[in-house]
Nanobody, 113 residues
Framework: VQLQACGGGLVQAGGSLRLSCAASGASFGNYPMGWYRQAPGKQRELVAI???????NYADSVKGRFTISRDSAKNTVYLQMNSLKSEDTAVYYC????????WGKGTLVTVSS
């Protein structure tokens, strides 16, 4: 199983980025998919998660700014990030909640103020 995340980069505060994470090696259509992030010196935290039925959950800090979606046929999860703030700077990891869980390698998002 491999998770390939992409879409990170450098953006100014107030800007937008869209992350995507494609999973290969198995089918994950029936499992939760999500995004976590880890800022320098901080613990990894949940950003957003989406279950197979489409229900979502967000960290309070990103509600109203980030939107998670998935294409189960493509084994892909997306994170649309709008109105980015400097505190959103972190390495973002995609996650699939099957078994012990699968993690992507992370993609760096840097928001300049």
């Amino acid at each position: 199983v491999q998770l390939q995340a992409c879409g990170g980069g450098l953006v100014q505060a107030g800007g937008s980025l869209r992350l995507s994470c494609a999973a290969s090696g198995a089918s994950f259509g029936n499992y939760p998919m999500g995004w976590y992030r880890q800022a320098p010196g901080k613990q990894r935290e949940l950003v957003a998660i989406i279950v197979a039925g489409g229900s979502t959950n967000y960290a309070d800090s990103v509600k109203g700014r980030f939107t998670i979606s998935r294409d189960s046929a493509k084994n892909t999860v997306y994170l649309q990030m709008n109105s980015l703030k400097s505190e959103d700077t972190a390495v973002y990891y995609c996650y699939i909640g099957k078994g012990w869980g699968y993690w992507g390698k992370g993609t760096l998002v840097t928001v300049s103020s």
